[in-house]
């Protein structure tokens, strides 16, 4: 048996606007994944163009890829992908560690307790992930994601292991940043968490199936986030 | 460049702190590394102490000694004994008196005794020499005085201790002019020897009676045959020639033709300490390869350890890739774990071999010397393994693809 082609993706065109908050919806085996692999930069595609930034990322080989990803992507994943048996501040700091900012410890430190108060966690910089519950866990990975300030945050299905009232939270959460100036993409398959974002994008067979922008569902405000402020270069 | 330092201090960092997670799978990982280098500390210290020991007996006894044994030297170089010894006091008195380069010469018979005095007795070895053995040996009376010729030639029982014999039969000391009974023979004492000291691997030379080798030999062995003869050159430029003239000198007293095998041996202290020294070297060779495999042995612990790390660390080392972890971070992170473990574990056996070492000085009396050289070189093969052993888990771990191995389970 030779190698067979499987192409998870086909003819994909889309653009996503500074700002904007995208829903990329699809069932498995969709190309989603891939999808979400192309854009956080941790797969590239094997043609075409992807800029991010204005910039044309899809040939850059692995190295420049992981400062890519430092620089201008937060992850935020579905099972948290937290460091075990390290503290909150200490895991959102881990960005800060392997960036090109060549910052002094005290404001790795700084800029990382910044970043769980504005996702609502001040007072639990000490906490490990298994003295946090889901909910937590995942503030402390969106912190994670924001603390260097990226361009887009990537959210791979964020609440996929959280209950409903939880993932509202948590969905929450983005609206604010994303009220705030952040641009958003959200991989998920569930309508109900889609309806969040201000556009949806519904992928299956690796082709475009809709492209339309919502009336978004709107989280009534909890005041869980604190409001949002920009944070790129603290005061030395 | 600031920048790079100030990262590569935080992977260290990271590097670290996995380390103290797991305590002690950490420390048996250093087992091998530990054992390694504590054995090649302790081996190198009781070697260098046995070589500096040799070097002070060589010292001690002076470099223009010579020994003579009874006895053939096969064509292969073994020494073989006949049944009886085939030197005699005749042959001491012709050395002395033939030889121009020897300027002294004593026969030397040993056996060993209990010995009593009053309610005391210690069991020790007496030596029946000759009149010259103190200038041979360089060792003088520290109290009373030697015997004379004409005790040897009577044969009369009288005696120098040791200094340890000395201690032992005469605790309150004024053993000098007291009666010693040797296997029931009464002797008179007439010296105590200086006290000397320990010899090659601990033997205590003062432990020991000096007595005439005609009341040795008549009183406590009933035979007229040496065990050896000790002479001495006039100067140790003239050890080879006095070795020469002894060996002309007695081949043509028991009539072997030049070139026929000798019934006697020769060796001067410089050859003796040649031998030991061999010897040693075998020792201290096996001894090193053995912990030559034990810090192999201890490298592939770390490697297996690090490769099982890297395993289940893989979806760690996924988030760290997605976050911004270049190949390289990774690498050095696994490398600097590998390496930590080894200089650790190369500590504690540095810790552990310095120890033993001086444990093995107290208990065994062995002359030990630990000599710094010998921990630098041990703890530098420690981090080298650490580094060899520690670079294909880490390179492993840099090789790792972030999709996968976010995906990790």
Request: aromatic share 6%; charged share 20%.
């Amino acid at each position: 048996m030779g190698e067979v082609e499987v192409r998870a993706l086909d003819g994909i065109d889309v653009i996503v606007d500074e700002g904007d908050f995208v829903a990329i919806m699809g069932p498995s085996g969709s190309g989603k994944s891939t999808l979400m692999n192309i854009i956080g930069c941790l797969d590239r595609p094997t043609a075409g163009v992807y800029k991010l930034d204005g910039v044309d990322v899809s040939s850059l080989n692995r190295d420049e890829r992981a400062v890519i990803r430092n620089a201008k992507i937060g992850f935020v994943f579905q099972s948290f992908n937290l460091l075990a048996r390290t503290s909150a501040v200490e895991n959102v700091e881990l960005p800060l560690l392997y960036g090109e900012l060549g910052w002094s410890g005290a404001q790795r430190r700084k800029a990382a307790v910044d970043s769980l108060h504005r996702v609502g966690l001040a007072g639990r910089e000490g906490n490990h992930p298994s003295q946090l519950s889901g909910g937590q866990q995942q503030r402390v990975a969106i912190a994670r994601a924001l603390v260097t300030n990226p361009a887009i945050l990537l959210a791979d299905e964020p609440t996929g292991n959280l209950d409903s009232r939880t993932s509202e939270e948590i969905m929450a959460i983005f609206q604010e940043l994303n009220d705030a100036g952040k641009t958003v993409v959200l991989i998920t398959h569930e309508p109900d968490i889609a309806q969040f974002a201000k556009r949806i994008v519904s992928v299956r067979d690796g082709r475009i199936q809709h492209d339309e922008r919502i009336e978004q569902h709107r989280v009534e405000r909890r005041g869980i986030a604190a409001p949002v402020q920009a944070s790129r270069r603290p005061e030395a | 460049m600031k920048t790079s330092a100030q990262r590569l201090w935080n992977i260290t960092l990271v590097g670290l702190k996995a380390i103290l997670r797991n305590k002690m799978r950490s420390l048996l990982t250093m087992l091998g590394i530990v054992i390694g280098v504590g054995c090649v500390i302790v081996v190198v210290a009781i070697g260098n102490g046995a070589t500096k020991s040799i070097q002070d007996t060589i010292n001690s006894l002076g470099s223009n000694f010579i020994m003579i044994f009874p006895g053939t030297t096969t064509q292969g170089g073994a020494r073989m004994f006949s049944g009886s010894s085939t030197l005699t006091i005749e042959d001491a008195d012709a050395i002395k008196a033939e030889c121009p380069a020897v300027a002294y010469v004593s026969p030397n018979l040993r056996t060993s005794a209990q010995t009593v005095a009053g309610e005391l007795n210690w069991g020790t070895s007496v030596y029946g020499v000759g009149v010259d053995w103190p200038f041979i040996r360089a060792w003088n009376v520290a109290d009373g005085g030697f015997f004379t010729d004409s005790d040897v030639r009577a044969g009369a029982k009288v005696c120098i201790l040791g200094a340890t014999v000395s201690e032992n039969l005469f605790p309150q000391g004024g053993a000098v002019g007291q009666i010693v009974r040797i296997k029931n023979v009464p002797f008179k004492v007439i010296g105590v020897l200086d006290r000397k000291g320990g010899s090659t691997m601990g033997q205590d030379q003062d432990d020991q009676i000096i007595a005439p080798y005609t009341t040795v030999m008549k009183r406590l062995m009933g035979q007229n045959k040496l065990s050896m003869l000790y002479a001495s050159a006039k100067s140790p430029e003239q050890v080879g020639d006095a070795q020469d003239q002894i060996d002309a000198l007695l081949r043509q007293r028991h009539r072997i033709p030049p070139g026929g095998d000798a019934d006697f041996m020769m060796r001067s202290q410089e050859e003796i300490a040649s031998a030991q020294d061999a010897q040693m070297k075998i020792l201290r060779t096996l001894l090193l390869s053995i912990a030559a495999i034990s810090l192999l042995i201890g490298g592939i612990g770390i490697m297996n350890i690090m490769l099982v790390s890297v395993t289940e660390r893989t979806r760690e080392i996924g988030i760290r890739m997605a976050i911004g972890a270049k190949g390289r971070h990774v690498l050095l992170q696994f490398l600097f774990e590998a390496i930590t473990l080894s200089i650790v574990g190369g500590l504690l056996g540095v810790a552990i071999g310095i120890g033993f070492s001086s444990l093995v000085a107290k208990i065994l009396q062995w002359p030990i010397f630990v000599s710094p050289s010998s921990i630098i070189i041990a703890f530098g093969v420690a981090a080298a393994v650490g580094v060899f052993f520690g670079f294909y888990p880490a390179r492993k771990a840099a090789r790792l693809d972030p999709i996968d191995a976010l995906r990790y389970e």
